[in-house]
C-alpha cells in the first residue's frame, strides 16, 4: 500500500503544473551542461521547486542523455513531464527575422544589432565577417537572401549570417542555370550584381523584366548603364537623400554614369525575382525609362521619346 501510494504522489507530482509566476521563464542550456546544473539553472529561473527534485525525475525518466542544449520558454501550466518532453525533443523559443529585398549590408547589420542575438560581430569589419563566413577576400554586399529566419534567443548573429549566405548560394545557382542563351552576362557573380541594381529600380512588380531587359540592351550595345542607385550605392554615408548632378558626375567604382559596364559589386540583396529577372530578361527594344510617380515605370526604345518622357513626368510639363 506505501508504494502504491508514493506512486500516486509521483504520478500526480509529474502531472501538476510547476510552481511559477504568471509570465512565462526563458532557460538557457548551453552544450555540455549537467543534468545537475540544469536542475538548478530551473530553479533559479523562478520554478519554484527543489532543484534535487527535478534532478532526480530527469535521472529516473532514463532521458537525461537526450536533453538539448538550446534557449527554452517554459510557460506557466508546464509539468515535470511536459518540461522534460520540452527539453528532449529540442523546442526551443524561437523569433525571428526578416531580411528585406533591396538592404543593403549595413542595414543587415543593424538589424541583427536589434535582434536578440550573441554579437559575435560587434568587434569585426565587413571582411573579417566574411572571413568568418568562409569567404575570405569576397564582399559582403549583395551576397545574403532576402528572407524570414527563425532562430533561439542567445543564437550566434554568425549563424544566421551564414544561413542566409548558404540560401543566396541556393537561389543564385539555380538562377544561372536556368539563364538566357544569349545572355551578355558572364558569371553567376554578374547575375547577382545586375539582379541588385534590378531591385533598387524596381517600384512595380509588373516592370522588372522589362527594367532587366534595358540594362542588358545596354550592355549588349556598349552604353553606359547610367542607373541612380548605383551612384547613390557608391555615395554612401555621404548621401542626403538629394541626388544631384555633381554626384552623378563624381566618380566612384559604383558610377554608372562615369563607368563603362556593372559596377563592382552588388549594390543591396536581391530577391528571388529580381535574380530571374537578370538572368531570364523580357525582350524589349527599350533603352530607357522613367519613373511615372506612382511605382511604375514608361519606357522607350529612342532618346527623343525617353526625353520627352522625362519632360512629362520628371519635370511635370506636359
Given at each position: 500500500?506505501?508504494?502504491?501510494?508514493l506512486g500516486?504522489?509521483?504520478?500526480g507530482?509529474?502531472?501538476?503544473?510547476?510552481?511559477m509566476?504568471?509570465?512565462?521563464l526563458?532557460l538557457?542550456i548551453?552544450?555540455?551542461?549537467?543534468?545537475?546544473?540544469?536542475?538548478?539553472?530551473?530553479?533559479?529561473?523562478?520554478?519554484r521547486?527543489?532543484?534535487?527534485?527535478?534532478?532526480?525525475?530527469?535521472?529516473?525518466?532514463?532521458?537525461?542523455?537526450?536533453?538539448?542544449?538550446?534557449n527554452?520558454?517554459?510557460?506557466?501550466?508546464?509539468?515535470?513531464?511536459t518540461?522534460?518532453?520540452?527539453?528532449?525533443?529540442?523546442?526551443?523559443?524561437?523569433?525571428?527575422?526578416t531580411?528585406?529585398?533591396?538592404?543593403?549590408?549595413?542595414?543587415?547589420?543593424?538589424?541583427?544589432?536589434?535582434?536578440?542575438?550573441?554579437?559575435d560581430?560587434?568587434?569585426?569589419?565587413?571582411?573579417?565577417?566574411?572571413?568568418?563566413?568562409?569567404?575570405?577576400?569576397?564582399?559582403?554586399e549583395?551576397?545574403f537572401?532576402?528572407?524570414?529566419?527563425?532562430?533561439?534567443?542567445g543564437?550566434?548573429d554568425?549563424?544566421?549570417?551564414?544561413r542566409?549566405?548558404?540560401?543566396?548560394?541556393?537561389h543564385?545557382?539555380?538562377?544561372?542555370?536556368?539563364?538566357?542563351?544569349?545572355?551578355?552576362?558572364?558569371?553567376?557573380?554578374?547575375?547577382?550584381?545586375?539582379?541588385s541594381?534590378?531591385?533598387?529600380?524596381?517600384?512595380?512588380?509588373?516592370?522588372r523584366?522589362?527594367?532587366?531587359?534595358?540594362?542588358?540592351?545596354?550592355?549588349?550595345?556598349?552604353?553606359l548603364?547610367?542607373?541612380?542607385?548605383?551612384?547613390?550605392?557608391?555615395l554612401?554615408?555621404?548621401?542626403?537623400?538629394?541626388?544631384?548632378?555633381?554626384?552623378?558626375?563624381?566618380?566612384?567604382?559604383?558610377?554608372?554614369?562615369?563607368?563603362?559596364?556593372?559596377?563592382?559589386?552588388?549594390?543591396?540583396?536581391?530577391?528571388?525575382?529580381a535574380?530571374?529577372?537578370?538572368?531570364?530578361?523580357?525582350?524589349?527594344?527599350?533603352?530607357?525609362?522613367?519613373?511615372?510617380?506612382?511605382?511604375?515605370?514608361?519606357?522607350?526604345?529612342?532618346?527623343?521619346?525617353?526625353?520627352?518622357?522625362?519632360?512629362?513626368?520628371?519635370?511635370?510639363?506636359?
Amino acid at each position: 500500500m506505501v508504494a502504491v501510494g508514493l506512486g500516486a504522489v509521483a504520478w500526480g507530482w509529474l502531472h501538476a503544473p510547476l510552481p511559477m509566476g504568471s509570465e512565462p521563464l526563458e532557460l538557457a542550456i548551453e552544450p555540455g551542461t549537467p543534468p545537475r546544473s540544469i536542475a538548478r539553472d530551473l530553479e533559479r529561473a523562478g520554478v519554484r521547486v527543489d532543484a534535487r527534485l527535478l534532478f532526480a525525475w530527469f535521472r529516473l525518466s532514463g532521458k537525461v542523455r537526450e536533453i538539448r542544449a538550446g534557449n527554452y520558454e517554459i510557460p506557466p501550466g508546464t509539468t515535470p513531464l511536459t518540461l522534460l518532453d520540452k527539453l528532449v525533443r529540442g523546442e526551443e523559443s524561437l523569433r525571428s527575422l526578416t531580411l528585406v529585398e533591396g538592404w543593403t549590408f549595413r542595414q543587415v547589420r543593424a538589424a541583427l544589432a536589434r535582434e536578440e542575438l550573441r554579437r559575435d560581430t560587434a568587434d569585426l569589419d565587413d571582411a573579417a565577417i566574411m572571413q568568418q563566413l568562409g569567404r575570405p577576400g569576397v564582399p559582403p554586399e549583395g551576397r545574403f537572401f532576402p528572407d524570414t529566419y527563425a532562430y533561439a534567443k542567445g543564437s550566434s548573429d554568425l549563424a544566421v549570417l551564414r544561413r542566409a549566405l548558404h540560401a543566396m548560394d541556393r537561389h543564385l545557382e539555380a538562377a544561372w542555370a536556368q539563364r538566357s542563351a544569349d545572355t551578355p552576362l558572364k558569371s553567376a557573380d554578374e547575375a547577382l550584381i545586375l539582379a541588385s541594381i534590378v531591385e533598387k529600380e524596381t517600384g512595380q512588380a509588373a516592370d522588372r523584366g522589362q527594367i532587366a531587359g534595358v540594362f542588358v540592351n545596354r550592355l549588349r550595345a556598349g552604353m553606359l548603364l547610367q542607373t541612380d542607385p548605383t551612384v547613390i550605392y557608391g555615395l554612401g554615408e555621404k548621401f542626403d537623400g538629394n541626388l544631384r548632378k555633381r554626384d552623378l558626375q563624381a566618380d566612384t567604382p559604383w558610377n554608372t554614369y562615369t563607368r563603362a559596364g556593372l559596377p563592382p559589386t552588388p549594390i543591396a540583396m536581391p530577391g528571388k525575382a529580381a535574380l530571374m529577372a537578370a538572368v531570364q530578361p523580357q525582350a524589349t527594344r527599350a533603352l530607357y525609362f522613367v519613373a511615372r510617380g506612382d511605382g511604375s515605370s514608361h519606357f522607350s526604345a529612342t532618346l527623343d521619346e525617353h526625353n520627352r518622357a522625362v519632360q512629362r513626368y520628371q519635370l511635370q510639363k506636359k
